[in-house]
């Protein structure tokens, strides 16, 4: 149990952050998982992500260099105590470089796990040699499996690249293989029922996510998005779902057990059920900036540190006291809440 579980924190940002130890805040929440984005870009458009023309990209020189990521993986890893790095985008299999960055990821010690979200497009032909690289599991963001709708939510006609993708994770042997779905809202709950079916019968696993206000267009409407409890609802009209008996932890989503055991849905309820008193993310853009929450408003530059000549120490010294002022929450339910200016796209899921 943290100090957040208890309503207490110890300390404020106005005291001097830790010189060493793990990505601690004052409210006692340790970071262990990096999220790390290693581009903007993405081939796909979806509706609450982006325009349908995209968005403008990120300079080349403004991203990380290779060297200058796997840099930063090794200061994350070997001197910050993380356990756990997830690549992501944008659509990170358009990134340069991304089988060399699993494998040099795979080599620090302590290993971190490592997962990659994707939208599929691409990962058929890529799935085996990523696995090969050291990569361990993977997330498929996949919102229906009806192809006319996912036509219309993504701007594109790739549904059945995704689901090529799918089938060639699990033939990899990248288990479990996760699906992403956020539901639209017009026809999202039909969806959930048949992308569960799907997931089952194919043996994935499905979590669902609740629509959070991160789209470039700032379109998100608190009363349009599927809650976690209609889900749930709708769910259960069609399926026995009974709690999952394991510890939950920090993981974001809540899972449920269908039909005895016929397998696992998760439901990640960001909005109408925060769980940041147990977040345990730090997040890493691909243009290197820190940002100790999905929905901050300031980031710390560790390129421009890297690019002046700060060493390891200072590197390091710079993210923990990024990570040292993180909010309580997120915010999102608060009267003032502000949408940060980044989309989801560019700053990474």
């Known amino acids: 149990m943290t100090v957040v579980?208890?309503?207490?924190?110890?300390?404020?940002?106005?005291?001097?952050?830790?010189?060493?130890?793990?990505?601690?805040?004052?409210?006692?929440?340790?970071?262990?998982?990096?999220?790390?984005?290693?581009?903007?870009?993405?081939?796909?458009?979806?509706?609450?992500?982006?325009?349908?023309?995209?968005?403008?990209?990120?300079?080349?020189?403004?991203?990380?260099?290779?060297a200058e990521l796997i840099r930063l993986l090794r200061i994350a890893v070997t001197r910050l105590g993380i356990t756990s790095v997830r690549f992501t985008g944008g659509e990170p299999l358009v990134a340069k470089n991304l089988d060399d960055i699993v494998a040099a990821t795979a080599a620090l010690r302590p290993r971190p796990e490592i997962t990659l979200t994707t939208n599929g497009i691409g990962l058929a032909r890529r799935a085996a040699k990523l696995k090969d690289a050291g990569l361990d599991r993977i997330n498929v963001s996949l919102d229906t499996v009806d192809a006319a709708r996912f036509s219309r939510i993504t701007r594109r006609d790739r549904l059945s690249d995704v689901l090529e993708g799918l089938a060639a994770a699990k033939a990899a042997g990248l288990d479990p293989v996760k699906v992403n779905a956020v539901l639209d809202p017009e026809t999202g709950l039909d969806d959930a029922v048949q992308l569960l079916r799907f997931c089952i019968d194919h043996g994935y696993q499905l979590r669902i996510i609740e629509q959070m206000p991160l789209d470039a267009d700032h379109q998100w409407q608190r009363g349009r998005a599927v809650s976690a409890d209609d889900i749930l609802a709708a769910l259960r009209r069609h399926f026995d779902l009974t709690p999952n008996t394991e510890p939950r932890g920090s993981a974001p989503a809540e899972l449920w057990r269908v039909d005895g055991d016929r397998g696992l849905v998760g439901v990640i309820a960001s909005v109408s059920h925060a769980f940041c008193s147990a977040c345990d993310r730090t997040r890493l853009t691909a243009d290197g900036q820190v940002r100790n929450c999905l929905f901050a408003q300031q980031e710390t530059d560790l390129r421009h540190l890297m690019r002046t000549g700060a060493d390891d120490d200072g590197l390091a010294a710079a993210w923990r006291a990024a990570m040292w002022a993180k909010a309580a929450g997120h915010g999102i339910n608060d009267p003032g809440f502000v949408q940060p200016d980044r989309p989801m796209s560019a700053i990474g899921g």
């Open 5 to 66: 579980d208890l309503g207490v924190p110890s300390l404020g940002p106005a005291d001097p952050a830790p010189t060493d130890g793990p990505l601690v805040d004052t409210f006692g929440r340790i970071a262990t998982d990096l999220r790390v984005s290693l581009t903007d870009r993405c081939n796909l458009r979806c509706t609450y992500c982006m325009p349908a023309d995209g968005l403008d990209w990120l300079p080349g020189d403004q991203l990380l260099a290779p």
